[in-house]
């Protein structure tokens, strides 16, 4: 089950979700608002699912960067977002997908238990200019059912990530 709008807010009051930094104004009637983080790294060469990749981190300027169709952008959320309670799904908004952009390309959910600034698979249909901190797209909290298991707790590939995060695909694959 979805949680509504007003049911974020409480849950943040009770700190059974913590959104850094929340803005209560960015809670729309079924999710939260995020943002756009300050940096972002590009990959335009070849991927190997076996390899790790190589992206080049760039700051995205106050006044904008021009991405590209055909590159790989890893982005990351401007908050950190976290719950023990609810799963998490990321997804862009209608106002970005309208102009063309993917904000992931197969990876919306986010784990009970996993406190974390998103990392973002971005592509573009056109070449599209994108500005920090700007609204990017929705995060909705599910109601589970079952019993809970935290994602820190069973030592999965992420749980230590603090920001923009590579594939580890190929660390399985040695
Ligand atoms: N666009 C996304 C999607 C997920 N995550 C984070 C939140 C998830 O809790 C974690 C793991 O997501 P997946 O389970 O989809 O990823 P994997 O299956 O590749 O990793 P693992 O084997 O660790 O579950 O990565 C992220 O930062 N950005």
Redesign the pocket.
């Known amino acids: 089950m979805i949680l509504t709008g007003p049911e974020i807010r409480n849950a943040v009051s009770s700190g059974d979700i913590t959104i850094v930094p929340y803005d209560a104004g960015r809670v729309s009637p079924n999710a939260y608002d995020w943002r756009l983080g300050d940096t972002i790294q590009v990959c335009d060469s070849d991927l190997d699912a076996a390899r790790p990749s190589t992206f080049v981190e760039k700051v995205i300027p106050p006044d904008g960067m021009e991405l590209q169709p055909g590159n790989l952008y890893l982005g990351v959320t401007h908050e950190r977002t976290h719950s023990e309670l609810y799963a998490?799904l990321?997804n862009g908004d209608h106002s970005l997908g309208a102009l063309g952009v993917w904000?992931?390309v197969s990876?919306?959910?986010?784990?009970t238990g996993?406190g974390?600034?998103?990392?973002?698979?971005i592509r573009v249909a056109r070449r599209t200019r994108i500005y920090p901190r700007m609204t990017f797209g929705k995060i909705i909290f599910l109601r589970t059912s079952g019993a809970i298991v935290s994602?820190q707790d069973i030592g999965?590939?992420?749980?230590a990530?603090t920001g923009i995060?590579v594939?580890?695909?190929y660390e399985e694959m040695r």
């Open positions: 998490q990321i904000v992931h990876a919306p959910l986010g784990h996993h974390i600034r998103w990392t973002l698979e994602y999965q590939k992420y749980v990530s995060d594939s580890r695909l």
